[in-house]
């Protein structure tokens, strides 16, 4: 007796444990037990029907009289029937729900588990649960709103019977079906409660079910699958039983496939191995769709005394990549009572590789022939499609690049290509293209290509833009700013050009200078460091020099010409008065005049030179005329007729 959750498939069952039926005999399980609910009512006896429609027509009699006699007793009845009634129905509810749970569980001959120990425990104790609750709601006077009876007081109202027995029958239904805690048992999350009675007893009656129902399953079996070759029946059975079934859910579909598969993967006799097919769609869809399966296929998968042959790679539709290794396997062997082998033959030897060098739908046959000459040939078709996808090459490598100004910098880069089948040369496109502006950061650039087949590759790079380049500075031509000493101090200067400096990314960009523009310098030569930091903290460091020089000779001060009247012979000693003043040395000067004051300058005239020196070696120099005449006055004695020292 099959379930809605199958047995395991490891298991193999030796033939003995299936006894066989002739062909004439019809096995009990065929006539009684395979019969679900809808066909067991049809095979009640004729009698019992009229039995039963008798009574029915008996009571409506005894009715129809107590009425006529006593005008009052029906509507007595109706209530008694009415109040009392309702705690069968409650008990009928969650029985019923029960039941239903129970012939869910099994899909050939669902109504006998009802009839087990434990299968009848279990929908009995759901509907005395129904029981219990309605007392408890009776006993709680909960009427959920509506009037009980206000004309018979101590009696309950139709409606809020029925709504109280409804409650009373789903809401044990509920209980019973809950958990209060769950434990953790063998890794397993496990409910603790009262669903865990429930399920106990669907276990037990899981088990009694399949203890009870092991013979007859077995002869069934036995019987519909006598003659069944295992390798014929191995596609075309479960296909076509799948097939019949309009509301096989999809997961159960997958599971028997996965079953049947394990199923012949097994080694075993293939006897057993057919029995065990036979099993495996009778636990999945019952014995009807088993027996229709077999009765419509008969003369495909019965034996016919031909050469078996099982062709297990490459398998029949499958689908196979461009030159994927696929190695042909296959087995030929006689049906039994049959002839031996004496030749077989496939498109290539068992071991070797089947052709999947060019695409398309392909065939592989193997022919055997045994040796009363039955000769019999399998062919599976197959498909080679292209499921390589192209490959990607001359992807470049992570690129860095300086940001060239505020947008970021235009990069390029080789263009990747790719190599496929077909076509040789996929095309390749970039979400970015060779020559594009990138902004600052890093922008990851993702590459596809795609070749006839619709296969697709994927590669990518990344190209970072970055400002890691500090300001250009400007500064003053030839690095170096001359500036004349205006006092001792030195001299105030400022730096003309300014220094200034522009970033590629962030513009102009301020500057400072250590001394600032406007500080007074001392004679001599003065290094001036500048820098200047953009936005990201690039930092350019330059430097100029400051020369301040004495260049200015001192300014000098000398007499006009003279002239001298009433010299001598000898002469006449002359006197004047030279000065000199200096921007940096002030008087601190070297002085001379040649010849010097006070000296004798002799008749005639003589030039004098004066020279004045500061300390950076500036010299100024003037010149006057001296001029000494001879002439004597009234008294004798000479006189002077020179000017007064000028300059």
Known sequence: MGRSRPPSSNYTPSPAAYPTASPTETPDFAETDVQNLDTWYLRISWRVKFAIGAAVLILVGLIVVLQILYPGALFAWWTWLRDQGQWLAAFALGALVGAGEIISRYNDAPQRALFTVPGSIYWAINGLSAVIALLLIRASGLTFGIDANPDAPGTVGLAVGALQVLVAGFGAMAFFRSSFFFANIDGQEVGIGPSTLLQTMLTASDKAVDRTRAKARARF??????????????????????ALMQNLAKENQQAFGNEVRTLYDTPMNDQVRVLNLGLLIMNYMGPDVLRAAVSALQDVIRGDNTPN??????????????????KAAYVCKGEPGGAEIASSEGSVKNGELI?????????????AEDKNGHAHTEVHRYIVEDKEPPELISVPKDITVEATDQRGARVFFEEPTATDED???????CSHASGTFFGLGTTKVTCRTEDAAGNQAEDYFKVTVRDTAGPTLRLPPGGVIYAEAQDADGAKVSYEPAPSAIDSVDGAVDVSCDPDSGSVFAIGKH???????DKEGNKTEGEFEVVVRDTTAPDLKTPGDITIEGATEEGVPVKYEVSATDVVDGNHLDLRCDPPSGSVFPLGKTVVICTASDKAGNEATRTFTVSVEKGVDDTGTSVNTGSPPGE
Not at 225 to 231: H, I, W
Not at 423 to 429: C, D, K, L, S, T
């Open 221 to 242: 079996v036995s019987s519909i699958m006598q003659d069944v070759s295992a390798p014929k029946a191995e596609r075309s059975l479960p296909a076509h039983s799948v």
């Open 309 to 326: 042959i099982v062709i297990s790679s490459p398998r029949d539709g499958a689908v196979y990549g461009l030159n994927e290794a696929v």
């Open 355 to 367: 052709h999947t060098t060019t695409l398309g739908e392909k065939e592989f046959k193997v022919t």
């Open 423 to 429: 076509p040789p040369r996929p095309e390749v496109i």
């Open 527 to 533: 290094t001036v460091r500048c820098w200047a930091i």
